[in-house]
């Protein structure tokens, strides 16, 4: 089996290194050519604690996927591994150029929104939602720093077309997923993850576990990005606070109306989550800092999408969408 890895970012990077340090075979492929000579040239260092570990990969802009064809390797995984700004109809085009039939392509991205386009971009492979909770910081083009054990869930895409509508191509190529053959494949990619020290997981209820996510994503990173805080700050002021449980409330709500399933904890696991990651920068004050766009428009904005299709109010959601968008700026 072997790994292509769209995205040279933290995670992209994490699940590289790992996957090849484990002797899979990893190319990453990376938005320019000075990271992937980098990469070439020494390899990806993972650090994790005290210790650190040199991994060797393969890289290529992604530009060259254009040349890429059909090759004989009899399992290929596809990692996109960038954030949803960057799944513009380009990468997609390219990214699908990896996507052989029968590839497994896992959507790593925050939000939703996003599995439609890439179904629709990758008609000839098996596409899957995936969830991480794994934390991990770039601290250069080849460097990265795991800085949170997480877990990894993934699913059939078309199983239900809940979050973003996706659903199987028209000659129900993606349906095969959940046949034998498609069973047999989630293994091997279930067993070859797990080798690589990755806590991977099949889920047969995958697009509730990425509203699960979203309704944290929707609280923390706003918030975090807004008040310029790590994650086990916002928590701390009592005026941030009434500010957390509230949007939490108006986005539950809404996730509810949309089909997620009902929980009594999900307020505790918000504050558990902080609490838990409380070094941690979150992702879309990272992208404040270095002034790219953020998710939030497949977030919050992807919160608000779905308050006007059940006719409910979302003024939270909707006032996080223009605070952040003004933060871009």
Same mark, same amino acid.
């Given at each position: 089996?072997?790994?292509?890895i769209v ?24 938005r320019?050519?000075?990271q ?21 990969v ?7 996927a ?6 004989q390797?009899?399992?290929r ?11 513009t ?11 052989q ?6 959507c790593l991205?925050n939000g939703i929104?996003?599995?439609e $386009?890439? #179904?629709?971009?990758? !008609?000839?492979? /098996? ?8 934390? *991990?910081?770039?601290? %250069? ?13 993934f ?5 239900n077309?809940?979050p973003g ?7 129900g190529?993606h349906?095969?997923?959940?046949g034998?053959?498609g069973r ?8 070859a993850?797990?080798k690589?020290g990755?806590?991977?997981y099949l ?51 809404v996730? $509810?109306? #949309?089909?997620?399933? !009902?929980?009594e /904890?999900?307020?505790k ?5 902080? *609490?838990s990651?409380? %070094? ?5 004050l ?5 002034g790219r766009?953020?998710?939030i ?6 919160v608000?999408?779905l308050a006007?299709?059940?006719?409910l ?5 909707d006032?996080?969408?223009t605070?952040v968008k003004?933060?871009?700026?």
């Amino acid at each position: 089996m072997e790994f292509h890895i769209v995205g040279g970012g933290s995670i992209g990077l994490l699940y590289a290194a790992r996957l090849a340090l484990a002797g899979y075979p990893a190319t990453v492929w990376t938005r320019t050519e000075e990271q992937a000579a980098e990469l070439n040239g020494c390899g990806i260092r993972l650090e994790a604690g005290d210790a650190a570990r040199q991994a060797a990969v393969r890289a290529a802009p992604l530009s060259e996927a254009a040349a890429t064809g059909p090759d004989q390797c009899a399992s290929r995984t596809v990692l996109l591994a960038v954030k949803q700004p960057q799944l513009t109809p380009e990468l997609l085009g390219l990214a699908g150029r990896l996507a052989q039939p029968g590839a497994a392509v896992l959507c790593l991205q925050n939000g939703i929104g996003h599995l439609e $386009r890439i #179904a629709a971009a990758m !008609p000839d492979a /098996d596409v899957y939602a995936a969830v991480t909770t794994e934390g *991990a910081r770039k601290l %250069a083009p080849a460097v990265v720093r795991h800085t949170g054990e997480g877990e990894l869930w993934f699913g059939p895409a078309a199983r239900n077309a809940r979050p973003g509508g996706a659903s199987g191509g028209a000659d129900g190529r993606h349906a095969q997923a959940d046949g034998e053959n498609g069973r047999h494949s989630q293994n091997l990619l279930l067993f070859a993850l797990k080798k690589a020290g990755i806590d991977a997981y099949l889920s047969n209820d995958i697009h509730n576990r990425i509203y699960a996510k979203l309704l944290l994503n929707a609280v923390i990173n706003p918030l975090t990005a807004i008040y310029g805080v790590r994650n086990g700050a916002l928590p701390e002021d009592p005026a941030r606070l009434r500010l957390m449980l509230a949007l939490h409330k108006e986005t539950e709500e809404v996730l $509810r109306a #949309a089909g997620m399933a !009902p929980s009594e /904890d999900t307020w505790k696991r918000l504050l558990d989550v902080c *609490a838990s990651t409380s %070094a941690n920068v979150s992702s879309m004050l990272a992208d404040i800092r270095a002034g790219r766009r953020t998710e939030i428009d497949w977030i919050n904005g992807g919160v608000s999408a779905l308050a006007r299709k059940a006719g409910l109010p979302s003024p939270l959601n909707d006032a996080m969408v223009t605070l952040v968008k003004a933060l871009e700026q």
